[in-house]
């Protein structure tokens, strides 16, 4: 059997999977301290929470995919593991961002998400026009 062998994605991989176990966890020990089984119960802090985990999964797959569909056409190690590292740290970032009780908007969670959504870009138009790097 012929199996992919995609190393630099699958180490960005598995610190994004235990980054997403991180915050599912804080969502059941905030729901657990409010006695919410569904929804947020008007709690603010497990709001936050479930939102911080919901964004780490709704952006974190397609990232991960890219990188693959990258690593497996030729594209360079370095630009790779860039890549793994901007979303790594934007993603702690942005999920330091959500927890934290502050306003709306906050420079952690705003440099979380460009940085996600640079790592979605740049691997987008890698894959799009040849690989660059």
């Not at 966890?25 to 709001?47: T, Y």
């Not at 990258?70 to 927890?99: C, D, K, P, Q, W």
């Not at 959504?117 to 790097?133: D, E, F, H, K, P």
Request: with cysteine; aromatic share 6%; hydrophobic share 50%.
């Amino acid at each position: 059997m012929n199996f992919l062998n995609l190393p630099i994605t699958a180490l960005y991989g598995g610190l994004c999977g235990l980054l997403v176990i991180l915050l599912a966890a804080n969502v059941v020990r905030h729901r657990l301290r409010s006695k919410v089984s569904l929804g947020d119960g008007g709690h603010r802090d497990l709001g936050r929470a479930i939102r911080a985990h919901g964004n780490a999964v709704e952006y974190i797959p397609l990232a991960l995919l890219l990188m693959a569909l990258l690593e497996t056409n030729g594209g360079s190690a370095t630009a790779l593991h860039t890549y793994g590292i901007i979303l790594v740290a934007g993603r702690l970032l942005h999920g330091f961002g959500m927890l934290v009780p502050r306003g709306s908007a906050n420079l952690p969670r705003q440099l979380g998400i460009v940085a996600s959504w640079a790592v979605i870009l740049g691997t987008s138009v890698q894959l799009l026009w040849g690989r660059i790097g």
